[in-house]
């Protein structure tokens, strides 16, 4: 699955340095998470950064896009031979 940033979101910029794939940006009132670019740190970390480093624990799975280990190594492969 990707990940999400709920409302819970306090905007500190601590998530978006993290992200390995550029996937968090600022959104209109808090940072938001592009399905399409998120792994879940797959193939870069064992664990999920930005939610390793929010202080107010709101980036949880997002259930509108559930994708398997294997999906999002598929993804991560894509998107590191899009960026060589």
């Known amino acids: 699955m990707a990940l999400m940033i ?5 905007n500190c910029d601590v998530c978006e340095p993290e992200c390995p794939n550029g996937a ?11 399905p399409d670019l ?6 870069h970390y064992e664990t999920s ?3 390793d480093v929010c202080p107010v624990d709101c980036i ?11 999906e999002l ?7 590191m031979a899009q960026s060589a």
Not at 24 to 34: A, F, R, V
Not at 38 to 43: A, K, L, Q, S
């Open 6 to 10: 709920t409302d819970e979101c306090i």
């Open 24 to 34: 968090i940006s600022q959104g209109e009132e808090i940072y938001e998470i592009d």
């Open 38 to 43: 998120c792994t879940e740190c797959v193939g």
């Open 49 to 51: 950064q930005c939610v």
């Open 60 to 70: 949880p799975l997002d259930p509108n896009h559930q994708e398997s280990e294997d």
């Open 73 to 79: 190594r598929a993804k991560y492969e894509r998107l």
